[in-house]
């Protein structure tokens, strides 16, 4: 922690630190609870309540993208994106219980699926992957180009902020946002995917499990990919990118393809709206001493925080999020 802290102090936040109980400072317990548990239960019932619009967001290039839009009554004139992260949904627990705590104050939430996740696998012949951030971009001025609001927010939970983070560099004037978050995103692909190869059984299986039943279901709508035996020889997260990779994306490898959308360097110097990127020093999945290889930008901020795992944040046995009032704040920040 103090060596990070070492490299990336000019961009610190001191104020709205996570503090949570000792008995959830284990970063596994963080992290687990981010999606399982209370807080999967408690948004299960908020889904049952929610008056949720569900869209189909088309890009230029015809991509369909699944979102859910809800509004909040009575509003403050305020929109808010979210993505998931990889093989999450728009209606995992962390996004509907955030998409909760947003609409309590104030803000409507567009809730947007990447191609392939939230049971939209037969909307697109294509397969995902995570360069795709154009098709993303253009979907969200689809909605916009139909929806006024003075204010327009974006926020993406681990693989979800890394888009947040790109599509704010390439297209943040295009769509006009006002400010944009990212929790807990990979920051060097290459070096993540040894994280999770380095990291409990648990998480590998968990990530390997939810791809292949990805896989499946796209191979039911599109049978003439025919990769059956592929998959099925498959036995690891390597095996799998080793093989789809140079067959279903433009990479020869899989290196060239994580490289490809990392945010090191100079990545994010197009900047031209406020960014923050919150992460915790005790991420079992993301690596987040990463964030040292960002190149300083004015416009970005950095909130490490020394608790907090994947995505988590857990306050309390409610499974309630520090990080739901975080953005809450920064939001309201730039109004």
């Not at 104020?15 to 807080?39: A, C, D, E, W």
């Not at 990447?114 to 992957?129: A, E, P, T």
């Not at 970005?300 to 944040?313: E, K, M, N």
């Amino acid at each position: 922690m103090v060596a990070i802290v070492h490299h990336v102090a000019y961009l610190m936040r001191a104020s709205n630190t996570f503090k949570p109980p000792l008995y959830l400072t284990n970063p596994h317990v963080q992290s687990i609870m981010n999606s399982l548990g209370p807080r999967k239960v408690r948004a299960h019932r908020i889904r049952q309540q929610l008056a949720t619009t569900q869209l189909t967001l088309t890009a230029k290039d015809g991509t369909r993208l699944l979102a859910d839009y809800d509004i909040s009554t009575p509003g403050n004139g305020a929109i808010v994106v979210m993505i998931h992260g990889w093989e999450g949904s728009s209606a995992s627990a962390y996004q509907v219980t955030t998409a909760q705590t947003l609409l309590n104050h104030g803000f409507d939430v567009l809730r947007l699926n990447l191609r392939d996740h939230g049971n939209s696998h037969h909307l697109n012949k294509g397969i995902f992957n995570s360069t795709l951030t154009v098709e993303v971009a253009d979907a969200i001025l689809h909605f916009m180009a139909a929806h006024t609001y003075k204010k327009r927010f974006f926020a993406g939970f681990s693989l979800g902020g890394n888009f947040a983070l790109r599509i704010a560099a390439d297209h943040g004037s295009a769509i006009d946002f006002d400010a944009v978050v990212a929790i807990s995103p990979p920051v060097d692909p290459v070096n993540a995917m040894i994280g999770i190869n380095n990291a409990l059984f648990i998480y590998r299986a968990y990530f390997y499990r939810r791809w292949t039943q990805s896989l499946k279901k796209k191979l039911f709508h599109f049978p003439d990919y025919n990769f059956h035996d592929d998959l099925a020889r498959a036995r690891s997260l390597d095996d799998i990118n080793a093989t789809f990779i140079p067959r279903f994306t433009p990479f020869e490898n899989p290196t060239a393809y994580f490289s490809a959308y990392g945010l090191t360097g100079d990545r994010l110097a197009q900047l031209a709206v406020p960014a923050y990127l919150i992460t915790a020093a005790d991420d079992p999945v993301v690596p987040s001493q990463d964030i040292t290889k960002i190149a300083e930008h004015k416009l970005l901020t950095i909130d490490l925080q020394i608790y907090g795992g994947h995505c988590g944040f857990i306050e309390n046995m409610y499974a309630e999020s520090w990080v739901e009032l975080r953005l809450v704040d920064i939001f309201n920040a730039h109004f």
